[in-house]
Each structure stands twice: as C-alpha cells, then as structure tokens.
C-alpha cells in the first residue's frame, strides 16, 4: 500500500534534512513553491511540514517574514550506568554537566529548591507516608542554551532536617551524593525505571516541546543499607536524548564501540 502524499512528502524533506542539503538554520521553500514543486494542495503542504515540525526537524520563523527553517539537532547521550559515583575518575560531581562537555556542549542550569507533599508513589519509594513533606530540589538543564531536561529530587524531611545543607538554595559543590555519604548516608544501591510518556503542561512549556513530542523518564531510588534516602525523576526532551546503559566488562565494550571507552 503506498503512504498519502503528505508523507511522500514528508520523507523527502526529511531526506534532504538527513542528507545535508539542506543545513541548520535554511529556509525551506515557501508553501506555495511546495505545492507546485510537489503537485500537491496547499493542506497536504502543511500536513507534510506538521511532521517534520513534530519530529523537530524545523520549526516555524515568527514575524512577518515567516516561513520554516531547518532546527539544530542536538541529541545527547546519556549514560545512566555512570551516573553519581562518588568514585569516579573526574573531580566533576555532576554527571549531567560531564556527558554534556564530553560531547562538545556547553551546558547550564537553572535551580529551584521547594516543600512538597510527596504523593503516593513517590512516597512509597521513600517509605514514608503520602503527603509526606520533602525537600524538591529541581534543576531546569539547557545545552547551549536550549532546554534539554528537568530534574526533581526529593529528599524526606526527617532526613533534610538532619542533613540542613540539603536545603540550600544553591548547587552544592561536592554533590548531594557525596554529601550524603559524608554525612553517614552512603547510597549502596540503586533502582532505575525507565518510563515513556507524553509530557504534562508544564514539561512541555519548560521544556519547550513541539506538539506530539514524547519524555523520556529516568527515576533513580537511592538506598543506604538501612533506607531509601531520595528519588530522582530526571525528564528528557524525546526529541533532543538518548538513555544508554552498559553491562559487563567495559573493555569489551569498548573495544567494539570505542566511544564507550571510560573516560
């Protein structure tokens, strides 16, 4: 069966895009030149660039030029496996801020520390009763500039009182994994979830997602030998990462995809 004109359309568009020939940052040819190139109507021209806008491919130029442009495709690669350990290599504590400079990057935060009730299944995470308070510590992460994912984390509140530096509204400079464990809460184990889902209101707004786009979430349940301490609920733009985990002998991995070399 052969696929509506629309998405004919749409795939050599998108060919052009992957090929390079037509580059980030150029203007696509007007609707109308779309449709005579095409012998299409001017509805099946939009539905066609509605796929590609979806896919972040290009996006609309506001103003009274208008028009499409191709977008900047950055897509970064995630390790969850290399995620917080205190015994890395690197004096860097962020694991985040790491994949993002390796990678040729640039990246930035901005943070915002907040009383939350828990509910239930965060709460049951963290063993504590639902509408529980906890500490909600919250980093809106950019690459170059642009929104690439948000993270929450929560901490219980017998625990924050405890551990009072936790409720700096700052980065701390050594990590809240490393403070935990100075502290007397050395994280010993962990449990990740990986979840897909479109996003809510407020991850499409902060996260600046074009209509359809998925999330990516990566919830991470930190335990002591005694209790779960936090959780993190880390959302990936669908469109701009990628989540990798790998298992074994890192030689042999590397040794076939030698990008996965530890750094």
């Known amino acids: 069966m052969s696929q509506p004109k629309y998405r004919r359309i749409a795939s050599d568009l998108r060919e052009q895009i992957t090929s390079g020939r037509l580059r980030v940052g150029d203007r696509l040819p007007t609707e109308a030149q779309l449709q005579e190139h095409y012998t299409a109507s001017r509805n099946t021209v939009r539905d066609a660039t509605a796929v590609l806008i979806n896919e972040g491919l290009i996006e609309r130029v506001p103003g009274r030029s208008g028009g499409m442009v191709v977008r900047e495709q950055i897509t970064l690669t995630f390790h969850a496996h290399r995620a917080e350990?205190?015994?890395?290599?690197?004096?860097?504590?962020?694991a985040w801020r790491s994949e993002v400079a390796e990678q040729g990057y640039e990246a930035s935060q901005d943070f915002r520390l907040t009383i939350e009730l828990l509910p239930k299944d965060l709460a049951e995470r963290l063993h504590v009763e639902p509408e529980s308070a906890a500490a909600l510590r919250r980093c809106v992460r950019h690459i170059n500039g642009d929104p690439s994912s948000v993270q929450d984390t929560y901490y219980?509140?017998?625990?924050?009182?405890?551990?009072?530096?936790?409720?700096?509204?700052?980065?701390?400079?050594?990590?809240?994994?490393?403070?935990?464990?100075?502290?007397?809460?050395?994280?010993?184990?962990?449990?990740?979830?990986?979840?897909?889902?479109?996003?809510?209101?407020?991850?499409?707004?902060?996260?600046?997602?074009?209509?359809?786009?998925?999330?990516?979430?990566?919830?991470?349940?930190?335990?002591?030998?005694?209790?779960?301490?936090?959780?993190?609920?880390?959302?990936?733009?669908?469109?701009?990462?990628?989540?990798?985990?790998?298992?074994?002998?890192?030689?042999?991995?590397?040794?076939?995809?030698?990008?996965?070399?530890?750094?």
């Not at 205190?86 to 860097?92: H, K, S, V, Y």
């Not at 809460?185 to 359809?212: C, F, H, I, K």
């Not at 991470?220 to 469109?239: C, I, L, M, N, Q």
């Open 85 to 94: 350990m205190p015994a890395g290599p690197t004096a860097e504590t962020d």
């Open 156 to 263: 219980p509140m017998d625990l924050v009182n405890e551990i009072t530096e936790l409720l700096s509204p700052r980065d701390i400079p050594q990590g809240t994994t490393r403070l935990l464990a100075e502290r007397g809460y050395p994280q010993t184990g962990y449990y990740d979830e990986y979840v897909s889902r479109m996003p809510t209101p407020e991850e499409a707004v902060l996260l600046q997602l074009p209509p359809g786009t998925p999330v990516l979430l990566f919830i991470r349940t930190g335990y002591t030998e005694k209790r779960p301490v936090r959780v993190s609920v880390t959302v990936f733009a669908g469109d701009r990462n990628r989540i990798v985990s790998t298992h074994g002998d890192p030689a042999i991995i590397a040794k076939f995809r030698p990008e996965e070399a530890p750094k």
